[in-house]
């Protein structure tokens, strides 16, 4: 059975950086196929796509937020960390960590974390 | 990437069928095979009910199928439930920017 949890600060200030990890069990990301994305949902908002990385070290970044975006996995410990810089009241949302589906043609994030709420404010 | 296109809003009554529309481009939806869609209930995380277009996980009902045409990709729910009544989004992968992923911006489907 795959799990996977969000774990990070839940209050953070502007202009500082938001370190979150997601901690999974039930898969290992050095298979072939897996992969881990970040997806967040502001308030009563749309869901957001951020990151993915997948078990051969390939990272992607939602174009409009890559220069503030750096997500990396270690595999003994069962982690991916995504870190954003220069944190802004509008990131202000649910953060999912996702498994993606071996082998897929879409993004077909099959398991989902809780997801954690990361307010932003002074 | 601009995020895909859906509807605000769907509405339809118990035992009917609705589908969803998901619109996008020759570089996401219109690209493979490349549709996945997801039903979030309220407080909840998504679920996915669809990928690659028109494949079920198990233990997803066989009352939800997807299917698409060029650059929209749709989702039907048959028989609608009470249950149904969730937000349900659509999901590419986007060749425009080196297989990144984009949503569209969800359809609040209501059972009356």
């Known amino acids: 059975q795959i799990t996977l949890k969000e774990s990070g600060p839940t209050l953070v200030k502007p202009t500082q950086t938001l370190t979150l990890t997601c901690t999974f069990s039930?898969?290992?990301?050095?298979?072939?196929?897996?992969?881990v994305g970040w997806i967040r949902q502001p308030p009563g908002k749309a869901l957001e796509w951020l990151a993915l990385?997948?078990?051969?070290?390939?990272?992607r970044y939602s174009p409009s937020l890559k220069s503030r975006l750096t997500i990396t996995k270690d595999t003994s410990k069962n982690q991916v960390v995504l870190t954003m810089t220069n944190i802004d009241p509008v990131d202000t949302a649910t953060y999912y960590c996702?498994?993606?589906?071996?082998?897929?043609?879409?993004?077909?994030?099959?398991?989902w974390g809780q997801g954690t709420l990361v307010t932003v404010s002074s | 990437q601009s995020a895909l296109t859906q509807p605000a809003s769907v509405s339809g009554s118990p035992g009917q069928s609705i589908t969803f529309s998901c619109t996008g481009t020759?570089?996401?939806?219109?690209?493979?095979?490349?549709v996945s869609w997801f039903q979030q209930h309220p407080g909840k995380a998504p679920k996915l009910l669809i990928y690659?277009?028109?494949n079920r996980p198990s233990g997803v009902s066989n009352r939800f199928s997807g299917s698409k045409s060029g650059n929209t990709a749709s989702l039907t729910i048959s028989g609608l439930q009470a249950e149904d009544e969730a937000d349900y989004y659509c999901?590419?992968?986007?060749?425009?920017?080196?297989?990144?992923?984009?949503f569209g911006g969800g359809t609040r489907l209501t059972v009356l």
């Open positions: 690659d277009v028109s």
């Open positions: 999901s590419s992968y986007s060749s425009s920017s080196v297989r990144g992923v984009v």
């Open positions: 039930g898969f290992s990301l050095n298979t072939s196929g897996v992969g």
């Open positions: 996702a498994h993606r589906r071996r082998y897929c043609s879409s993004p077909a994030f099959d398991c």
């Open positions: 020759s570089s996401d939806v219109g690209d493979y095979n490349s």
């Open positions: 990385i997948y078990w051969d070290d390939d990272e």
